[in-house]
């Protein structure tokens, strides 16, 4: 007659393997909900950077800000942007995209169908001031936002991040990261166009 071996506590090959295997099965549901997540996002095309606003449509929240001291530009308040197609930037000196981003605001500063204003988000003057000494000033009012407050009111995900303001003070448009061509051509200039060809009419 034998002794039965003493149980030791620990799984059989098998049922080790599976135990093992568990982390990795969780791992691949998440990453499988995940990539559904993205496609039905960027599905026919769409950039999952253009996200929606509850905003576009309404009124622009009311802008009272204070100046970017030494940037030879004023303040950005309601006046800074009444009765204009104004572009609004959120935008600060440590926010690798906005760098990315500034060659595209210097260039459509240029368009003088629109007025590139900025709001300089949680930043430091100093910092502020070397990137725009720097990189050029698109913007023909700067507000700080050193606390992130009117961002709140402007719905910002992420910086940078712009909108688009009808001269009737109607946000148009919202972008959600840097710009780039396809961006541009395909969210960006038809909103302007559209915002043209209506004051026009």
Not at 188 to 194: D, G, T
């Amino acid at each position: 007659m034998t002794t039965p071996l003493p149980e030791t506590g620990k799984p059989a090959g098998k049922g080790r393997l599976l135990i093992a295997l568990i982390p990795l099965l969780v791992f691949g549901a998440i990453a499988a909900g995940a990539a559904k997540i993205l496609y039905e996002q960027d599905v026919n095309g769409k950039d999952i950077s253009e996200i929606p606003s509850a905003l576009i449509g309404t009124r622009a929240p009311s802008l009272a800000l204070a100046p970017l001291e030494g940037s030879g530009v004023p303040a950005l308040t309601d006046s800074a942007i009444a009765g204009k197609l104004t572009v609004v930037n959120v935008f600060a000196s440590w926010c690798i995209p906005c760098r990315e981003e500034h060659p595209i605001l210097l260039e459509l500063s240029k368009d003088k169908r629109l007025n590139i204003v900025g709001i300089n988000y949680k930043d430091k003057t100093e910092g502020a001031l070397a990137f725009l000494k720097e990189l050029g000033t698109p913007y023909a009012a700067i507000g700080v936002d050193p606390k992130g407050a009117a961002a709140i009111d402007w719905g910002v995900y992420g910086i940078p991040e712009t909108y688009l303001v009808g001269p009737d003070g109607t946000i148009l448009y919202k972008r959600v990261g840097p710009f780039d061509q396809k961006s541009l051509a395909e969210g960006f200039y038809p909103a302007v166009e559209a915002a043209l060809k209506k004051q026009g009419s």
